[in-house]
Every structure is written in C-alpha cells, then in structure tokens.
T-cell receptor, first 109, second 119 residues
Framework: EDKVVQSPLSLVVHEGDTVTLNCSYEVTNFRSLLWYKQEKKAPTFLFMLTSSGIEKKSGRLSSILDKKELFSILNITATQTGDSAVYLCAQTGANNLFFGTGTRLTVIP | DVKVTQSSRYLVKRTGEKVFLECVQDMDHENMFWYRQDPGLGLRLIYFSYDVKMKEKGDIPEGYSVSREKKERFSLILESASTNQTSMYLC??????????????????FGPGTRLTVL
C-alpha cells in the first residue's frame, strides 16, 4: 500500500493556466512534507511544510499543508513552459521517508 | 552552493559484476542517502547514513550494501549486479535536525544521478 499518493499522475495545461497538485500521506510519526521538482535529472527542493495552514510561497509557486485531512497541495499560477517537470512530494517521519510517484506536469505554449 | 556529485552519469555492467557507485558532497552534511528511481515506482530509499561508519537500511536494501568511511563520501555497492538493478540511482545529502541519534530528512540536495544498465 502506497504511503504517499499524488494526483493527478499526469497533467497537461496551457501557458498561463493555474494548476493544483495534490499529495496525501499517512500520519505515522509525521515530521514534515516535502515538495521537489524534477526536470531531467536530480530533484530540486521546493518547500518543506511542518505546520498546518501556513502557506509557503516562492514566486508563482505556493504550498500548504492540512494535517487534519493529511494532505498537501502545490499551486502554480500563470504556468510557463519551464514549469514542465515531475513534481514529487515526500513524507518524512521519525525514522523514515517516503516519496510519492510524482505528478508529471506538461505546460504547452 | 551545495554540490553533490556522483562518479558516473551512465554505467553499463554485466550480470554478476561488482559495481561501485560513488557520491561526494561538499557541504559537511551528516546525512547521506541512496535512492533508486524507476518508472511508476518513484524514488525508493535503499540505504542512508547519518554519520561516518553509520548506516541504516531503507525500504529496498536487498542486493545492496554501502560504505561511509569519510563524511563527504557515501558509496553504494552492488556485490553481484543483476538485471533487475537496472535503474537510475540518485544520491542525496542533508543537514541533521538535531544531534546524536536524532535523524532528520529535511531539505535534501540531490546529485545528478547515475543511470545503471545491467546486461
């Protein structure tokens, strides 16, 4: 059984659209929820969320955590072709870490 | 800037060969990790290390071993490579959240990956 589930698996949008990516996780020994962007090779870190309801923001990207409902969302506004990537979320616990399989976002001009 | 480097970008080996994948980080990080990434399965943790000579199994340690003789270097070893170990291997490092036995998986910095093909 997957511990971290991301949806949708794949998404195709036009430039300028706003997208919302979802990540649901398990509660066992929850410590943090991480978001990464993976373009061609190595994932690069986007956000770490530990507290519920506090939005983290970086340019057109923002993310929020809901510890009651056990999910996080990653929003990207005014998407650009450079946002095309696989977005990974990961849950960390006291002694473990689990990645989701990712959402592949394709932004077409 | 944090830099994590991996010894090879592409590697082709034969079944039964011993394979060494090297990872070096230059930020004095205590934590280092080895993952493999396969389509449909995402990133899966093989082993991690939170200090020199310390290691712990991740989710899929079978068929792998690791070595951490120096803080900056974490090696992944395939004692006898098999075709089902064909994969992209990613190394990562991070600072610890606390000290001593407290381990953390905060922001991780990834290397560029090694695509290993076992024939």
């Amino acid at each position: 059984e997957d511990k971290v589930v991301q949806s949708p698996l794949s998404l195709v949008v036009h430039e300028g659209d706003t997208v919302t990516l979802n990540c649901s996780y398990e509660v066992t020994n929850f410590r943090s929820l991480l978001w990464y962007k993976q373009e061609k090779k190595a994932p690069t870190f986007l956000f770490m969320l530990t507290s519920s309801g506090i939005e983290k923001k970086s340019g057109r990207l923002s993310s929020i955590l809901d510890k009651k409902e056990l999910f996080s969302i990653l929003n990207i506004t005014a998407t650009q072709t450079g946002d095309s990537a696989v977005y990974l979320c990961a849950q960390t616990g006291a002694n473990n870490l689990f990645f989701g399989t990712g959402t592949r976002l394709t932004v077409i001009p | 800037d944090v830099k994590v480097t991996q010894s090879s970008r592409y590697l082709v080996k034969r079944t039964g060969e011993k394979v060494f994948l090297e990872c070096v980080q230059d930020m004095d990080h205590e934590n280092m990790f080895w993952y493999r990434q396969d389509p449909g399965l995402g990133l899966r943790l093989i082993y991690f290390s939170y200090d020199v000579k310390m290691k712990e199994k991740g989710d899929i340690p079978e068929g792998y071993s690791v070595s951490r003789e120096k803080k900056e270097r974490f090696s992944l070893i395939l004692e006898s490579a098999s075709t089902n170990q064909t994969s992209m291997y990613l190394c990562a490092s991070s600072w610890p959240e606390g000290t001593g036995w407290v381990r953390s998986y905060n922001e991780q910095f990834f290397g560029p990956g090694t695509r290993l093909t076992v024939l």
